[in-house]
């Protein structure tokens, strides 16, 4: 059994800053994993915002490119995303996945939390 707990969504407004966390636990090697932020706005599809691998390379949207930090901490089997200069396009719920492809794929979810960037 996996968990993905995320934390750090809320209220912002435009040109602020929001952290998201997801802290990870269960039967999981965390740092086998690779890891993921995905966003669903209303109305529309979940799409990846930003990846970070086992072995910490990155990845980004094009449209949070230079605006959000993707980062792991395996000692305390945790993801966090730096949002800054917030857009009220950034609204939508965040969800943190966890990814390994070990030939039986295992890949886990978050419950998701919600960001909204409104003035």
């Known amino acids: 059994q996996v968990q993905l707990v995320e934390s750090g969504g809320g209220l912002e407004q435009p040109g602020g800053s929001l952290r998201l966390s997801c802290a990870a636990s269960g039967s999981i090697i965390f740092s086998l994993y690779a890891m993921g932020w995905y966003r669903q706005a209303p109305g529309k599809q979940r799409e990846l915002v930003a990846a970070i691998t086992r072995g910490g390379r990155t990845n980004y949207t094009d449209s949070v490119k230079g605006r959000f930090t993707i980062s792991r901490d395996n000692a305390k089997n945790a993801v966090y995303l730096q949002m800054n200069s917030l857009k009220p396009e950034d609204t939508a719920v965040y969800y943190c996945?966890?990814?390994?492809?070990?030939?039986?794929?295992?890949?886990?979810w978050g419950q998701g939390t919600q960001v909204t960037v409104s003035s």
């Open positions: 996945n966890a990814n390994l492809r070990l030939g039986p794929v295992y890949d886990y």
